[in-house]
Structure formats: structure tokens, C-alpha cells
Nanobody
């Protein structure tokens, strides 16, 4: 099992930055692959970034590529989502999720197994 807990959401003006954190604990040996998923108002969830803990290869949705960066701390207990040049359309509930090696790097919501509760990000124009 995995436990995930997000923090760092808030309100920011367009063009600003936020860094989200996801505290990761549990069976990271079998579920080392982390994704950030968001749900915009009235829309379905979409994966925006994914990688393997400690890995160098990252995956991004086209909508955030070049603006968002996924990373982890040295202890691999916290995953970050650095969000720059935020736009009003980035307003969403952001959740981190964990999955197995089989789906490492996947941005598909259905491939994620464990979920955090989410943190709200609001970008005003």
C-alpha cells in the first residue's frame, strides 16, 4: 500500500508560480511511479506529469510542457510539482497518484492505483 498527501495549493495570479508537494510513504519498492493528476471544474481528471521516483525521465501533458516540472527530494519521500507561468485554465484540484512499474510514466488516470486527497489551485486573470 501507499500513502500520499498533497500540500502547497492556493491562489495565484496568472503568470505566477506555485510548488505543490506530495508526501509519499509505504510500498515505494513496488509502486515507485508517481503522477500528478488534475481535475478542472466540469471536466474529467487528466494526468499532467509523471515519472519514477529518483528517475531522470519525465513525462508531461502538452498543456503543461515547458511550464511544469516534476521532481523529488533526495530522500524520495516528497514529490514536487513546480508550476510556472500559470494560466487561469490551470485552475483545478491537483492530486498525486502512485502506480506500479508496469505503468511507470503513464499519464492515464486509469493506470494510477493509489491517490492522495488533492490540493486546490486557483489562478486568477
Amino acid at each position: 500500500q501507499m500513502q500520499l498527501a498533497e500540500s502547497g495549493g492556493g491562489s495565484v495570479q496568472a503568470g505566477g508560480s506555485l510548488r505543490l508537494s506530495c508526501a509519499v510513504s509505504g510500498d515505494t519498492a513496488n509502486y515507485p511511479c508517481i503522477a500528478w493528476v488534475r481535475q478542472r471544474p466540469g471536466e474529467e481528471r487528466e494526468g499532467v506529469a509523471a515519472f519514477k521516483l529518483g528517475g531522470l525521465t519525465t513525462f508531461y501533458a502538452d498543456s503543461v510542457k515547458g511550464r511544469f516540472t516534476i521532481s523529488n527530494d533526495n530522500a524520495k519521500t516528497t514529490v514536487y510539482l513546480q508550476m510556472n507561468l500559470l494560466k487561469p485554465e490551470d485552475t483545478a484540484m491537483y492530486s498525486c497518484a502512485a502506480t506500479s512499474w508496469r505503468f511507470c510514466g503513464s499519464l492515464r488516470v486509469r493506470d494510477q492505483i493509489y491517490w492522495g486527497q488533492g490540493t486546490q489551485v486557483t489562478v486568477s486573470s
